[in-house]
């Protein structure tokens, strides 16, 4: 993020700009949803070129309390060794005229712990019977 950040100007530009963030997590699902809305800089619309690459926003994920194994309330947080899996299901932006635009995405899955993005796909199919399935309905 640094290195984007340094080689890429910033959208804004040295104008003032609003964006609205906002990041929501519910345990029940074990989903999040992370967003961004960044308007164009007042006075600065049309000093955007649309050749040139710009630094819109970067996500820290900040593990300063991060332990593997459990919590310790008030101390740290834990389950770090779990793998972790963000999907990236939508990137857009709006032309000056209103029009969305989808972004090609490079990458839909960022990955933590988990070198084969399994986390992303769940648990992969194996061969079976009928009966091992059955059994495990019936103990």
Request: hydrophobic share 35%; with cysteine.
């Given at each position: ?21 906002d990041y ?10 992370a967003v961004?809305a960044n ?101």
């Open positions: 993020m640094a290195a984007q950040a340094k080689t890429c100007p910033s959208f804004q530009g040295t104008l003032a700009s609003i964006q609205i963030k929501s997590y519910d345990p029940a699902t074990g989903r999040a949803r961004l308007p164009y800089p007042a006075g600065n619309q049309t000093q955007i070129n649309p050749a040139q690459r710009y630094f819109l926003a970067g996500f820290l994920f900040d593990h300063l309390f991060s332990v593997n194994g459990p919590t310790t309330p008030g101390a740290d947080c834990g389950g770090l060794e779990v793998p972790v899996c963000a999907h990236l299901t939508r990137y857009s932006w709006l032309t000056l005229d209103g029009q969305e635009i989808p972004w090609v995405a490079g990458q839909e899955y960022v990955t933590s712990n988990d070198p084969n993005t399994i986390s992303c796909f769940g648990t992969p199919a194996v061969r079976t019977t009928w009966g091992l399935i059955k059994h495990q309905y019936t103990r």
